[in-house]
């Protein structure tokens, strides 16, 4: 589990986007878009999910890109070349249902823009025709540009700044493209009021939409129920039952509630790690 290479995709102090390449052969032979790894820094650390940007099956390795957003997160940026992680587990979760459904759009915010990249090449290998819709809050902060035009026959783009595509949200182009018809499916991936939104807009279309869901894990495995979310009134575990939603039938609300459970406590460990007197 070595790093073999590692890029900073976004490096500014409003936001750090790390692409690191693991050698991880077992998880490369198997993964597929959709499912997770849940990876380990170090032996006392926490566990973190984490999709699989790309894996090289004959190399034996997986592209991993994630935000530094807590303590975990920012430990595992500053690993380098040559350093391992404890421990990786995967692939984990549900696989996406890869069809030819027709014509798709796939919507990314953030970086969830990562976790739509092995959905929109499967589904495009499939055969669909896919619209890709990008979001970033600037375009300093936009990923994967280059890689998700390879595998969308459309792709476009939405900044709230208006520096790069369209100024506004991915759901203003969202609706938009809805609107001209024939879309069989959206798949969408981001922040959940993103997510939230993004049910709301293609609701009275009566498109399918599909969202894989970043609720808060622990085991990973279905053991300790933090992961759960509401779905159609069922509670579901986002590990082992999801991570992949009917968007349609999330009780969002909860959802986003249960988000921020660890919010202080993951600011007030971040001040202790970094030096600074907690307040
Ligand atoms: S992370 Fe523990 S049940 Fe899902």
Redesign the pocket.
Known sequence: MKIISKKKLIDNPGMKITEINVSAPHIAAKIKAGEFIVLMVSENGERIPLTVARADQEKGTITIIFQEAGLSTTLLGKLAVGDSLYSIVGPLGHATEIKNYGKVIIVGGGVGIAEIYPVAAALKKAGNHVTTILGARTKAMLILEKELKEVSDELLIATDDGSYGKKGFTTDILKEVLSKGGYSLVYAVGPIPMMKNAASVTRPFNVKTIVSLNAV???????????RVTVGGSVK????DGPEFDAHLVEWEELGKRNQIYLEKEKHICKLASGAAPK
Request: with cysteine.
């Open positions: 894990m622990v085991d990973g495995t279905g053991m300790c129920g933090s992961c575990f986002s590990c082992v």
